[in-house]
T-cell receptor, first 117, second 113 residues
Framework: EPEVTQTPSHQVTQMGQEVILRCVPI?????FYWYRQILGQKVEFLVS????????KSEIFDDQFSVERPDGSNFTLKIRSTKLEDSAMYFC???????????????FGPGTRLTVL | LAKTTQPISMDSYEGQEVNITCSHN???????ITWYQQFPSQGPRFIIQ???TKVTNEVASLFIPADRKSSTLSLPRVSLSDTAVYYC??????????????FGTGTKLQVIP
């Protein structure tokens, strides 16, 4: 069964450093997403991406965050200058194109645990 | 997106049927109801989705009354491996060709041996 993969599984960084979290969505999917989950809290939407541009973003996704699809397979989330409160599990997800006859099940990856010291 | 309300936690013994009810009084005409499951330290996983009446797959059943203001996820004969958080989501799945998935706090199901 195809799956979304994410690397690394755990990233430790110093406050103020840049981090790049990587995701490989399912190959025939066209819509890509990033979510985060602070320990013990709910899953929060960050951004959705389609056709090489951001479709929607939340208020969490400020100028410190950026996303990119650098090639045909990877989807990345960059945090320019990490803060302590960025420590969380970051989930990537992907879904097929939407349409009147289908629903958009989002397939989530296993997550990257980001720890900012 | 319609606001959803579901119990914070539930306990069940192995082998029992578990029903988790979600209230969504402000559901819109175009909204679908979707349930996700999340195990600790893992990403959420789609379980089932429906619009009205009853939907069943190999994992669960989803019951939606005629007024659609609530829905019930039914898990038959739960096992210890069903211990997880279950999220009820409501939204227009066709909006913009994708669905911004907004998770609430979910229902933490604990299955007891």
């Amino acid at each position: 069964e195809p799956e979304v993969t994410q690397t690394p599984s755990h990233q430790v960084t110093q406050m103020g450093q840049e981090v790049i979290l990587r995701c490989v969505p399912i190959s025939n999917h066209l819509y890509f997403y990033w979510y985060r989950q602070i320990l013990g809290q709910k899953v929060e939407f960050l951004v959705s991406f389609y056709n090489n541009e951001i479709s929607e973003k939340s208020e969490i996704f400020d100028d410190q965050f950026s996303v990119e699809r650098p090639d045909g397979s990877n989807f990345t989330l960059k945090i320019r200058s990490t803060k302590l409160e960025d420590s969380a599990m970051y989930f990537c997800a992907s879904s097929e194109s939407g349409g009147a006859s289908s629903y958009n099940e989002q397939f989530f990856g296993p997550g990257t645990r980001l720890t900012v010291l | 997106l319609a606001k959803t309300t579901q119990p914070i936690s539930m306990d069940s013994y192995e082998g029992q049927e578990v029903n988790i009810t979600c209230s969504h009084n402000n559901i819109a005409t175009n909204d679908y109801i979707t349930w996700y499951q999340q195990f600790p330290s893992q990403g959420p996983r789609f379980i089932i989705q429906g619009y009205k009446t009853k939907v069943t797959n190999e994992v669960a059943s989803l019951f939606i009354p005629a007024d659609r203001k609530s829905s019930t996820l039914s898990l038959p004969r739960v096992s210890l491996s069903d211990t997880a958080v279950y999220y009820c989501l409501v939204g227009d799945i066709f909006s913009g060709g994708y669905q911004k998935v907004t998770f609430g706090t979910g229902t933490k199901l604990q299955v007891i041996p």
